[in-house]
């Protein structure tokens, strides 16, 4: 069993910037994907980034160059620091976890809200 515990969200002016936390607990290994998504009002959720099992790094089009994911294999936390932060990235963002062993399953926070005024 995993457990994801987000932190960082908030309110923060059009061009500021924020930087969001998820802390796993439970059976985590390096090779299992971790990410961040987002899901605006009425909008389905979204990819926002993530760090597949090979380490490998994919970003939405619209955060490329703004947002940062990282992730701290000793503490079994994903980060997402934010920049240039748009009203636009208002959402409420999701963790999300993919674990492989001992079989496929996928593991997601319970959300932590960004609003960014304009």
């Known amino acids: 069993q995993v457990q994801l515990v987000e932190s960082g969200g908030g309110l923060v002016q059009a061009g500021g910037s924020l930087r969001l936390s998820c802390a796993a607990s439970?059976?985590?290994?390096?090779?299992?994907?971790m990410g961040w998504y987002r899901q605006a009002p009425g909008k389905q959720r979204e990819l926002v980034a993530v760090i597949d099992s090979g380490g490998r790094i994919n970003y939405a089009d619209s955060v490329k160059g703004r947002f940062t994911i990282s992730r701290d294999n000793a503490k079994n936390t994903v980060y997402l620091q934010m920049a240039s932060l748009k009203p636009e990235d208002t959402a409420v963002y999701y963790c999300?976890?993919?674990?492989?062993?001992?079989?496929?399953?996928?593991?997601w926070g319970q959300g932590t809200q960004v609003t960014v005024s304009s």
């Open positions: 439970g059976s985590i290994f390096s090779d299992d994907s």
């Open positions: 999300r976890v993919l674990v492989l062993i001992p079989a496929p399953y996928i593991y």
